[in-house]
């Protein structure tokens, strides 16, 4: 058929006067169609075998680098379910979001502190274990998984875990950090204008407040107090406040930040000049969780994915591409050595021991949300 | 009957027409706009419920607590005019050639200039600037020349910067549309009357391109008072305007009848400035187009 008999098909088919499938067949498109599908059948297949149960696209809520890429499109290729990503800079943002509605997630990321408050303001399901065959509570740790147990019922199940110190650039840094207040003195002295901290009121009221020795999750007045006065007079001297921190590390705009374990782990691998360090007065351990909020609309779908990167041999290659250690032994059974001994990872009993978890008091607590926008705005 | 209808048939005919063909637009002025500000005015004497978000209650308390954000008044009331004024310094000798000196095909291809950037992400656009005003880029030039170690990326220069660049067409264009409108004749008659370039393009051209400058800064500078992603990205959260303030206020804090009041006062700042300039300004346009507005 040459171009002219097709474009003159083409427009028939677009007034109505012929139907789809006879334009399908007149010009060869619809056979040429049928041939590309048996060509490639692990592309279409088990998008057939599925598509009634799971839809075609499921939309997840996380944070930055925290997937490896290539799972998503293994679940996509395995189910033919797209997967949809946005991403969070703290789970103020996305407790603010599931509240006002509308979202339209399937599954989402909170941390361990958040789930309670989720629970009580009726956001989330207690999770379906027999959709999740995957997921084995028998083998995970214990500590990073029961923020996701309330009353008995599994809300949420153990995504990863971390801790949450500092990132170092030893090639402009000298000094032999150990501790927030060095962190802090030197942000504030030496190497004013190349510190970075999160845009996010826990980790980095919590770690000022750890420059005094008070706890992580202080809502004392005096010890809140103390920690602005901290806060504010160390704005000036800080290159950003920003959650992603990475780009301006890596370009040497910034020297050190505050720094979750993923991303130090990141760092690290490709600029082994960039260490990292958990504060000796303690700070933050933490473990993120997988959950469904209520309502959402591709839930089979939302559970398939959660179910998917659950798997052990799966997981393993998400540990592998963001660097969090799972709680899961089996898990950890399938990972190389050297990840396993990585102190980033997996860092010292000493410097884990003093190390707290979030509580829900402290995401919701309205002083130390205020404080953060003072400074913000300072 | 004949068909003849009564002067005062037809105009109600006229009248219930007009009401018909305005009605889908002013539904969706009403659903869009009137009600959302209500539903602000509203929760602005509201109270934060104890887990963030809305509780109803009457008090002005989030009003008497917006010194708190006096920081982000004062970035936004300080930098918006600023980027308005710079964005118009540099708007108006290029709006100027183009539309005047420019050969009609010069003219075509730099204009396409000035428009190819929409094409693209504003995001995306952003981010460039955010490498070239990063440690790598511009400072290392100016180091590379000798000119001593600066600091770009983070300050209100690079906001100033990110600003002036993002909204320049906007300026660009109204005032070119206004000059190119303008009888060249008139100038030509000014120096027949024996006045000098400079004083006809004070006296001529100038204000016959008021309606362009006026629509210009109007449309940059309500756009840059409720600016967000510029600050966000090239002031790295520390060069915090209203927007960011409106942001936290809303996702971070979740203290939304406090973010309703300073989303409030943002709209009757905004209100108060429009309408001043339009004041002080109306002799120039009065009696010609003022597009837009």
């Excluded at chain 1, 190390?355 to 002083?367: C, M, Q, R």
């Excluded at chain 2, 869009?32 to 002005?60: C, D, H, K, M, N």
């Excluded at chain 2, 996702?251 to 300039?277: D, E, H, K």
Aim: hydrophobic share 45%.
């Amino acid at each position: 058929m040459d171009r002219k008999e097709f474009i003159h098909h083409m427009r028939r088919w677009q007034k109505g006067s012929i139907s789809r499938r006879q334009f399908l067949g007149v010009t060869g498109l619809g056979l040429a169609t049928a041939v590309l599908v048996k060509a490639m059948p692990e592309l279409l297949a088990p998008r057939q075998a599925f598509a009634g149960d799971l839809g075609d696209r499921v939309s997840l809520s996380t944070w930055p680098n925290y997937h490896d890429p290539k799972n998503f499109e293994d679940f996509t290729a395995k189910t033919g379910v797209n997967v949809e990503v946005n991403v969070f800079g703290s789970n103020e943002e996305m407790l603010a979001k599931l509240q006002a509605g509308g979202t339209g997630w399937d599954l989402f990321v909170p941390t361990n502190y958040t789930i309670s408050t989720y629970k009580e303001l009726d956001l989330i399901e207690p999770l379906d274990l027999a959709m999740l065959p995957n997921y084995d509570p028998a083998s995970m740790e214990k500590r990073f998984v029961e923020a996701g147990m309330i009353d008995g019922k599994t809300y949420a199940v153990s995504k990863d875990w971390g801790t949450t110190g500092y990132a170092v650039n030893t090639k402009k840094i000298s000094e032999k950090m150990t501790s927030w207040k060095d962190f802090w003195d030197l942000a504030m002295g030496k190497y004013s204008g190349r510190a970075m901290v999160h845009d996010y009121q826990l980790t980095t009221i919590g770690n000022a407040l750890k420059y005094y020795g008070y706890s992580f999750n202080s809502i004392a007045d005096k010890e809140l107090a103390d920690a602005e006065k901290l806060l504010l007079a160390a704005k000036p001297h800080l290159f950003a406040i920003n959650s992603d921190y990475q780009p301006s590390m890596r370009n040497g705009d910034a020297w050190l930040t505050v720094c979750w374990t993923g991303d130090g782990k990141q760092m690290h691998r490709d600029l082994p000049e960039i260490e990292y360090v958990i504060g000796k007065e303690g700070g933050e351990i933490w473990s993120d969780f997988y959950a469904v909020p209520k309502g959402a609309p591709h839930r089979a779908a939302g559970y398939a994915l959660a179910d998917f990167l659950l798997t052990p041999a799966v997981n393993a290659k998400e540990v592998q591409a963001h660097g969090y250690p799972s709680a899961d032994a089996r898990t950890n059974k399938l990972l190389p050595k050297e990840l396993l001994e990585d102190p980033i990872m997996y860092p010292a009993a000493e410097l884990l021991a003093p190390l707290e978890f979030g509580a829900a008091a402290t995401l919701t607590n309205p002083a130390r949300a205020e404080i953060m926008a003072r400074f913000k705005s300072a | 009957m004949t068909a003849i209808r009564t002067s005062a048939q037809v105009e109600r005919r006229a009248r219930w027409v007009t009401a018909l063909l305005l009605g889908p637009s002013f539904l969706w002025y009403l659903a869009l706009l009137v009600v959302p500000l209500a539903v602000v005015v509203v929760f602005s004497f509201g109270e934060r419920a104890p887990a963030g978000g809305y509780q109803a209650g009457f008090t002005i308390a989030n009003y008497l607590n917006l010194p708190a954000r006096s920081a982000a008044f004062r970035n936004t009331l300080l930098l918006a005019p600023l980027g308005t004024i710079v964005c118009l310094l540099a708007a108006y000798p290029l709006a100027y050639y183009l539309a005047i000196k420019a050969s009609p095909r010069l003219r075509l291809f730099l204009l396409i200039l000035v428009i190819v950037p929409f094409w693209t992400s504003f995001l995306i656009r952003t981010y460039a600037w955010m490498f070239i005003l990063g440690g790598r880029g511009l400072p290392s030039v100016i180091e590379w020349l000798g000119l001593g170690e600066v600091r770009l990326i983070n300050t209100p220069l690079s906001v100033l910067i990110g600003m002036v660049y993002g909204y320049l067409p906007l300026m660009v264009f109204p005032i070119f549309v206004s000059l190119e409108r303008l009888d060249k004749r008139l100038i030509e008659a000014a120096a027949d009357l024996g006045s000098n370039p400079w004083r006809s393009f004070l006296q001529v051209t100038l204000p016959l391109s008021a309606p362009g400058v006026i629509t210009g800064c109007m449309l940059v500078f309500i756009l840059l008072m409720g600016e967000y992603l510029i600050p966000q990205l090239l002031g790295g959260g520390k060069v915090f305007f209203i927007g960011n303030a409106l942001v936290d206020l809303f996702l971070q804090s979740r203290n939304w009848p406090f973010g309703s009041a300073v989303a409030m006062s943002l709209v009757i700042i905004m209100l108060a400035t429009v309408t001043v300039y339009l004041r002080v300004t109306r002799r120039y346009g009065a009696g010609r187009d003022v597009s837009l507005l």
